[in-house]
Each structure stands twice: as structure tokens, then as C-alpha cells.
């Protein structure tokens, strides 16, 4: 285990994880961290607060990355149409 130093602000809840002791701003990212860090140490409720937050990444992910190809798709093919009208 590395010894790494976090910078907390003062008055804000902090979520520490019980097993490497990482502090996190939000229930959500501490049951992330558990159930991809320490997954084969969680009980039957942590498992099931780290499914339950997985499901509820994976969809503005999903959209995230359809934009993301659009965007790439319609730069190259903008990008062809300005090479083959100049060239």
C-alpha cells in the first residue's frame, strides 16, 4: 500500500473506505472504489450498493461514449469533404 496524502476541506462529509482507509466525497464513489478494489472482501449489503452504483454509471456512460463516436464520425467525414473540395 502506497502512502498517499489527501487534501479535505474542512466541514465537507467524507466517506473513508473500512479497508484501505481512502477518503471519498460521496457514498456513491466509496461503494465504486470497494466493489473494484476490494470486491472479494465485500459483504452481501456492499455488493449490492456497488451493483446498484455500477448500473447507475453505466448508462450516462453508454451516452458519453455514442456521443463521443458521433462527434469523431462527423469530424471525419467533415474533415474528408474540406480535403477532397481544396485538394
Do not use: N, Q
Not at 466509496?30 to 453505466?58: I, P, T, V
Request: net charge negative; with cysteine.
Amino acid at each position: 500500500m502506497t502512502s498517499e496524502t489527501y487534501d479535505i476541506p474542512p466541514g465537507e462529509p467524507v466517506y473513508e473506505c473500512p479497508y484501505c482507509g481512502r477518503p471519498f466525497p460521496e457514498e456513491r464513489l466509496l461503494a465504486l472504489h470497494r466493489g473494484l478494489d476490494h470486491l472479494d472482501r465485500l459483504d452481501d449489503e456492499e455488493r449490492s450498493a456497488f451493483e446498484s452504483a455500477y448500473e447507475a454509471e453505466a448508462e450516462p456512460l453508454k451516452r458519453y461514449r455514442i456521443a463521443a463516436v458521433g462527434v469523431l464520425v462527423v469530424l471525419y467525414f467533415g474533415l474528408l469533404m474540406a480535403f477532397a473540395l481544396l485538394g
